[in-house]
């Protein structure tokens, strides 16, 4: 059986907030070094941003993957996500489509046995914190709830009854229904027009 060639393929990735080390030459050196035959650029604010170059990216691993042994290179795994559960995610649906991922400063390198035994082990304790975060929320709440507090929009809508009962009194000023529910008059009469509620005499 004909052994497949292995392709390096770099992807650099900046932001605004990024320090001098984390420049797009450093990254290029340092995956240029590596063997990358190919690397991909982009500028990022990390926020709202569309990333054109990471969609070139892998439509290009994705394509050299029908024939090739295909590693997805970048200096830090942050230059994939930021957030460790998407990195996760990210790194599963490469690991699908037979492309491998190595992070140059760190231990991620899926392209072998033990760096996808180490990877699979990090992201059990990712879905683990995550799990237990979504459980301490959840706690959390019933606890609030069985205390009487309110929550968000339940706190809001409670809010917003109590001031569409005083404003129907219209003994109760504008101004002591604001003061007494410590909004401002003008949002008194947004929750009244929102609720279709008038002050007139039938």
């Known amino acids: 059986m004909e052994q497949k060639q292995t392709i390096k393929i770099g992807y ?24 990358c035959e190919k690397i991909f650029f982009e ?5 709202n941003d569309d990333r054109k170059e990471f969609k070139k990216c892998i439509k290009r691993c994705k394509s050299l993957a029908k024939t090739n042994k295909v590693i997805l290179v970048v200096v830090k795994s942050d230059r994939l996500s930021r957030k460790f559960s998407t990195l996760v995610n990210t790194v599963n649906e490469l690991n699908e489509d037979n492309i491998a991922f190595k992070s140059l400063t760190e231990s991620f390198d899926t392209s072998t046995i033990e760096g996808k035994l180490m990877f699979n ?19 959390g709440m019933a606890k609030a709830k069985k205390d009487g507090k309110l929550i968000g929009k339940q706190r809001n809508m409670e809010r917003e009854n109590k001031v569409i009962s005083m404003y ?4 109760n000023t504008i101004e002591f229904i604001a003061k007494s529910n410590n909004i401002t008059t003008r949002t008194v009469y947004n929750i009244a027009k929102r609720h279709h509620v008038s002050r007139k005499a039938d």
Do not use: C, H, P
Not at 122 to 136: C, H, I, P
């Open 43 to 47: 500028k990022s604010s990390g926020r």
């Open 12 to 35: 650099g990735r900046v932001f605004t907030t990024d320090k001098q080390d984390a420049s797009l030459e450093n990254q290029r050196d340092l995956l240029k070094k590596y063997g």
């Open 121 to 139: 082990i990090l992201s059990s304790f990712a879905e683990y914190e995550v799990s237990q975060t979504r459980e301490r929320i959840k706690m």
């Open 168 to 171: 129907k009194n219209r003994s």
